[in-house]
């Protein structure tokens, strides 16, 4: 028990030694003196709470808030001394505020655990005992062999031990964890190999011993020793051996593996970051405006407590006649009695830090993020997802963004691969109806018919179909188990029979291409590989595969025809083929393949080279001493490879598409043109991921394209970002991008941090290819803490994103193909990358301007509260006399000028969504958190001083010199006097937020004048009966008595007048001769925008209706808004179709301002008639 205490509290590490002893199916030595090693469960954890840590962890969170921290030191001080306001006034806020933040903060813990329990209960399959037993996956124990079937995830690290096939070797992807859907080859050693049943794994004596766990994923360094009669045989263990959590089996049947890593300790979860609590830069800047305020809440206290005794110094004033002291007040100590004078003063000020700003905040964050989730917009019909919020706490850091950093596959693509074009002999062909076409021609063959290609076109198309390492899976597994023929479907294949798994999705997309032109590769076995060509089957044996490098960027295989002849077949970049070749349309096909490149394709050059039979012997020879050399293997082979791969025949090029996710480059060009940086940071080859971001509009075709790849040293790495450096100066004019790699990135994070971060921010463009998940956290953390302090969002679909997801300050996971992982550990959740600039360019710009009035306002309106309360003393011998009643302190922030600042921040909007989307320039206008600037804060705070002064003179000159104001001539006292300042102060603040609100709706009148209604309503009712359960009634009849004389209606017209004129003169003058970019839109909009209904603006947040429901039309009707014979514009997308995706108004500026940076994102106004 204590053990397990210590584990929950982060104190019990597991293991202590720098290697890890696994003992397969957990059979321990017998000898008496073995201790075994205490390793991790299979848990996953991605929760920050846990029963036993949540209410210390989370209070001590929000009592990192200042105003929180500050209510508990003022509630504490109420309770120990006597102080002008009762306790309750600062604890039951407190109290509600730390309540409600702490059961948001639990439920979305309490989802993170439901979603960690679906990982941790799903069932697998154990060895146990000598038979297979059901379990869950949190139960498995490092040691516990484990089976895991076709298409499932293996549920730990798993050694591989055996598979169904007699070799030994597995197919996986690894596609969740370095984005990578290419099919990778695992191998078992040959003595665990042959153990395919329970019964022989029973039998099986082995220890593995390896590294402690760690996070790069493609490093394992251990052996395994297997005992067979009395022997021990030592076999080393490499990372082609290890089976990585989150990876899936593909095209094998079943597999056997041992644990060797387990839960938080394997490689998937070393590559998660520790969650962490995320603040807004809006929250960060709430807690500096509170640093101030609290600076003047102190000087106020102090000066007053100075002030009290500098006037009590006088005899008359320290103990009058009606007030005399007690023996014990003249006998207490001066210090503390300035001590207590000091806190009161303190208690009776402190409403200038308002507590109700974070329970405003809360709520109009959790409020807010429904829009998000509302808007259809944001819905993907073909897979039926709507953007999902997993924080609100983030809502306005939308708004912020300045680098967004994307991962490649299935982010910005659709992981499809699609045959485009190829160029034959010189000649171009396209793909038309499963028909090669040749440029400039129509398909006019009868349909069903396939033209017989001869010579060339028939060689190129066996060598596509020939040359690759491709495997293939049948609907029927067990046709290739056991002693079956692997060709029984080779004489009536049917595409609905097999599937193609390929070591890269090129590979598949140029089989699966051939194969529909009429060469199929339908299977190999061992060593012999068979095609169908238009209904004739050939085979052909693989003699020898020269594998894919990144030096030689290119693969080859040699073969053996059916006529006894020997072949090489060869594939790879142009730059890699063209210059070995001597024979082909060379100079044409290199043309050809510019072509395809500037189409965005991926392209391939494919030749070939015929050996004599003597040529053949010596190339035998030398591959095999190379491969068989125990020093310098690899230069050896290389040299092999560069003399067999030279002479060749050019047999033409191939074009394919790496299908991009719809509009993803009209959303990266609004990203650019809003002033976002965007970096691709993915996993996959520098080629690959070069091409992608061509087609994507990520790097442009006219940029420069700067390289910073396998560097090998220091000094090397030093070296190169000079020159790239020294290249940017010089060229002033050209854009440039940055391609950088895995290998060279650490290298430049380790020592020259700084140069390369000179070079990237320089760049239009950055790409970093191979990169290892944790190296993308590292990237977006090094741009977090440069001096500029950036906001950053990192976007991704797979597991291997999560580390940067959670690592910037906005995380958005993709709803794609790879899982859930990057969706449960991100902040927002969206179906397409399409809809980040929706997300980003109107929700994230509406979060922003709403939430940074609202805290303006309230330190406004608070700043007009109690600085009359402050200019009061000065009229009252700083008794510490209230003005207001105590009613009046406790509800001003929570009944009379709370609503009407909560329905603004929900609903204001200073442009229609349409114009924000279509010029994206607009949302410079609020980047670097320009609202919330020092300066516009200083705006604020002085308004609200002048606002206070002016309430307060001007109903002291007002009733200074003659309080009998009433007809009868009654005088008015101090409660009356009080009364006055508030009154006007309410409906001054409510008037004031009207005056900044643009956008009304039907709630922004009912709650803004139904809020002074209310005012007065209540203080008739509260002043005008006699309540029980009161012990003293000041109040009474008083507001009564007010409102009766016309000289307090006259006062309170001129006071609010006086107040708010300046503030119109203000905004017109500038509107006029200073407009911003954002006013321009306005004005362009304005008189197409007319009256717009809050419901309409919001979209069509209900499946199949119209942004007019009835309940709207009626609510919109009974206060004027809509009438019945107004036409209806509605905006369509063009993805959308039918009356159930129709939104509610779309506006066209005639004239855009072109330094806006207009974009069409495919809306198009299409206007109804009812």
Known sequence: MLRWIRQQLGFDPPHQSDTRTVYVANRFPQHGHYVPQRFADNRIISSKYTVWNFVPKNLFEQFRRIANFYFLIIFLVQ?????????????????????????????????????????????????????????????????????????????????????????????????????????????????????????????????????????????????????????????????ENLLLRGARLKNTKEIYGVAVYTGMESKMALNYKCKSQKRSAVEKSMNTFLIIYLVILLFEAVLSTILKYAWQAEEKWNEPFYNQKTEQERNSSPILKFISDFLAFLVLYNFIIPISLYVTVEMQKFLGSFFIGWDLDLYHEESDQKAQVNTSDLNEELGQVEYVFTDKTGTLTENEMQFRECSINGTKYREVNGKLVPEGMTDDSPDGSTPRLIGEELLFLQAVSLCHTVQISYDQPDCLVGGGDPFSHANGFSSNHMEYYASSPDEKALVEATKRIGVAFTGSNGDVMEIKAFGKAEKYKLLHVLEFDADRRRMSVILQTPSGGKVLFTKGAESAILPFTTSGEIEKTRLHVDEFALKGLRTLVVACRHFSPEEYIDVDRRLNAARTALQQREERLQEAFSYIERDLQLLGATGVEDKLQDKVQETIEALRLAGIKVWVLTGDKHETAVSVSLSCGHFHRTMNILELLQQRSDNECAEQLRRLARRIKEDHVIQHGLVVDGASLSLALREHEKLFMEVCKNCSAVLCCRMAPLQKAKVVRLLKTSPEKPITLAIGDGANDVSMIQEAHVGIGIMGKEGRQAVRNSDYAIARFKFLSKLLLVHGHFYYIRIATLVQYFFYKNVCFITPQFLYQFFCLFSQQTLYDSVYLTLYNICFTSLPILVYSLFEQLVHPHILQNKPGLYRDISKNSLLSFRTFLYWTLLGFCHAFIFFFGSYILMGEDTTLMGNGQMFGNWTFGTLVFTVMVITVTLKLALETQFWTWMNHFVTWGSIAFYFIFSLFYGGIIWPFLHTQDMYFVFVQLLSSGSAWFAIIIIVITCLFPDVVKKVFYRHLQPTSTQKSQSLSAPQAQTLSCMESLCCYQHGQSGCSRLAHLLEQMTGQCKASANNCHASSNRWEGPRHQESVIMNPDQPDPSLGVINLGYTPECSSP
Request: with cysteine; net charge negative.
């Open 79 to 239: 309770l120990m001394i006597d102080t002008p306001t009762s306790p309750i006034t600062s604890g039951l806020p407190l109290f509600f505020v730390i309540t409600v933040t702490a059961i948001k903060q639990g439920y979305e813990d309490w989802l993170r655990h439901k979603a960690d329990n679906e990982v941790n209960g799903a069932p697998v399959f154990v060895v146990r005992s000598g038979s297979l037993v059901q379990t869950r996956s949190k139960n498995i124990r490092v040691g516990d062999i484990v089976r895991v079937a076709k298409d499932e995830t293996f549920p730990a690290d798993l050694a591989l031990l055996s598979s169904d096939r007699a070799d030994g070797t597995c197919h996986i992807t690894t596609a969740s964890l370095d984005g990578e859907t290419n099919l990778k080859t695992h191998y078992s050693v040959a003595e665990t190999s042959v153990c395919q049943s329970v019964s022989q794994l029973e039998a099986l004596q082995a220890v593995v011993e390896c590294q402690q766990p760690e996070a790069d994923l493609y490093r394992f360094v251990g052996r395994i020793t297997v005992t067979q009669h009395g022997e021990e045989i030592v076999r080393p263990l490499g990372p």
